[in-house]
């Protein structure tokens, strides 16, 4: 584990790739990453893990099957296991996610946006 | 598990105590909780559990037998199982934390300041 002080928004300034989670945290087997997400991602579920967002900067708009939930900054959500669910940007949003290290951003759908092995930034 | 947006201000709003966690969310046998701090808590660790402390308002210094780190506004830290800290704030600073649904905020030791059942705001 690394164990040093991180500045969010410092991190986020290292990339401008978008649906690239990068991890800048672990921590009882789960992960903290922070991504950059602009437009619309792919329907998906994880079928043994919740996932948190933490908008820290921008909007998030996640679309369920039945209802959307827009996120402002300071604003969290936990998706539970299960739940279909796709994530819009309208406009560049900063996210914190919070999942277990097993979880692939894409769920088990092969999407050109899946990345199998995200970096530590 | 509870499954709604939260808003992290409107809940750090809704209660004044220090040193009293409150739990927003719950992922994964993990809780999100948030703490006001003022003074200085109680030098402790927690045997199993990491520990990842976020500050949403003000300033906080984790001190260690070896070092301190002082975390403002949108840093984060993970203190590893094992390691003995001990939480200081000179003024009110708003944190949240992420750790095991089982950590108690002062690990073993028994303080006047223990919560053995935080609330869910």
Do not use: C
């Not at 690394?2 to 087997?29: A, C, H, M, Q, R």
Request: glycine share 6%; no cysteine; hydrophobic share 35%.
């Amino acid at each position: 584990m690394k164990s040093e002080k991180v500045n969010l928004k410092d991190k986020f300034e290292l990339f401008n790739e978008y649906w690239t989670p990068k991890i800048v945290g672990e921590l009882n087997g789960q992960q903290v990453k922070l991504a950059k997400l602009k437009g619309e991602f792919v329907w998906h579920d994880h079928k043994e893990e919740d996932e948190m967002f933490l908008v820290i900067k921008g909007s998030l708009q996640l679309e369920f099957r039945d209802k959307t939930i827009t996120l402002n900054e300071g604003e969290t959500y936990i998706v539970p296991r299960g739940v279909e669910h796709n994530p819009v940007a309208p406009e560049e949003a900063w996210v914190l996610l919070f999942e277990p290290e097993t979880t692939r951003h894409t769920g088990k759908v092969k999407d050109k946006l899946t990345i199998e092995n995200p970096d530590w930034i």
